[in-house]
């Protein structure tokens, strides 16, 4: 099976730069969910704590339980509670969902600023607050999600805006329940669309990994992908001129090629709509169609690069690099490689 190599050069100059844009360091609350984006979770877990981060986002608890010892607080996004830890917060998505956890747990209630994903109504706050207090439980933070924030639109703007202006009710309610309440509402493109940061935490996920698109109309911080994918090879061969390569034959040679077959296919990441007529950063060309489990290259190389930014791949087959990463295999060997 292939191998995911992880610059931690990369991986540190991302979070300089995201530090200076944000103001500090300790302002940043690196998202892991789904195995961080493919990256892996503990791996990425224990560098960015040596590097200083405190926060981390996840989507479920037992992601939670996976990188625990080495954060400060820990944000759920979409699970309940079941394990009794000081250090978990969980997202209230839904009114529905306040009874669902169990007194004294610690919550930050999701507002609905206009993506219309998940998130309360602003205009049901207060009842929100008071339904919480009623469960007993300690609600510790307030958040909203920009839908649009990579591309240069009036979303974000107004989204922003709505944010800002349920602060202030949201300050004077939680007093009267003895909350000291944080504030978040920017993602990575989010943190990059103003000069000042005004959350008490950014969630910073794509752009840790280096991949962030943001619209040609605005700024893109350079910023450098984290991982590369590396296929091993499992037999080379010379296809003579006229003979065709893996299911169907949708190559032909046409003229003698060495091509090697590489331990690496859909079931590991690669995108099937690829077959045919990807190229990697090297110049080297897929030939035919991906398997389940190989690919084939006119390649003759023991170990080869298939991508250095999941941006490119995603290009080839109509996607964005957040899927790419997201559907690498769990069993991926994955190591540093400075």
Same mark, same amino acid.
């Given at each position: ?21 944000? =103001? ?64 978990? !917060? ?8 306040? @009874? ?6 610690? $919550? ?17 706050? @207060? ?8 469960? =007993? ?22 989204? !922003? ?69 590396? =296929? ?26 060495? $091509? ?73 060997? !994955?190591?540093?490689?400075?």
């Amino acid at each position: 099976m292939g191998t995911l190599k992880l610059s931690r050069e990369a991986l540190h100059s991302n979070l300089d730069i995201i530090a200076q844009q944000v =103001g500090a360091k300790d302002k940043i609350a690196v998202v892991l969910k789904d195995n961080a984006y493919g990256h892996g979770a503990v791996l990425i877990a224990k560098a960015v704590a040596r590097y200083g981060i405190t926060q981390a986002v996840v989507r479920l608890e037992t992601e939670a339980v996976e990188i625990a010892e080495f954060f400060e607080n820990i944000l759920i996004l979409a699970d309940f509670s079941t394990a009794a830890n000081s250090k978990f !917060r969980y997202a209230i998505n839904t009114l529905d969902a306040i @009874e669902k956890f169990p007194c004294g747990t610690k $919550v930050e209630l999701k507002i609905d600023t206009g993506m219309h994903r998940n998130g309360i109504s602003p205009e049901d706050l @207060e009842h929100a607050f008071s339904r919480m207090s009623q469960q =007993g439980l300690e609600c510790v933070g307030v958040m909203s999600h920009f839908k649009s924030a990579d591309t240069l639109s009036s979303e974000w703007f107004w989204q !922003r805006k709505a944010f800002d202006t349920l602060k202030e009710t949201a300050v004077k309610l939680a007093k009267s329940y003895g909350w000291n309440l944080r504030f978040h509402i920017s993602n990575s493109a989010g943190a990059f669309r103003s000069e000042h940061c005004e959350d008490d935490i950014v969630r910073i996920g794509i752009a840790l990994y280096g991949c962030l698109q943001m619209d040609s109309t605005l700024t893109q911080p350079a910023l450098k992908p984290v991982l590369s994918l590396y =296929g091993n090879k499992i037999a080379t061969r010379t296809l003579r001129a006229g003979e065709r390569v893996g299911y169907n034959g949708i190559y032909e040679a046409q003229y003698d090629e060495i $091509v090697s077959t590489y331990d690496l296919g859909y079931a590991n990441g690669l995108d099937r709509l690829a077959s045919n007529q990807y190229v990697t950063p090297e110049g080297i060309a897929l030939r035919g169609r991906i398997s389940m489990d190989s690919a084939t290259f006119s390649a003759d190389v023991d170990e080869l690069l298939i991508f250095n930014d999941a941006n490119a791949y995603a290009a080839c087959v109509g996607t964005i690099g957040y899927e790419i990463l997201a559907c690498l295999d769990k069993d991926l060997k !994955r190591e540093w490689c400075d």
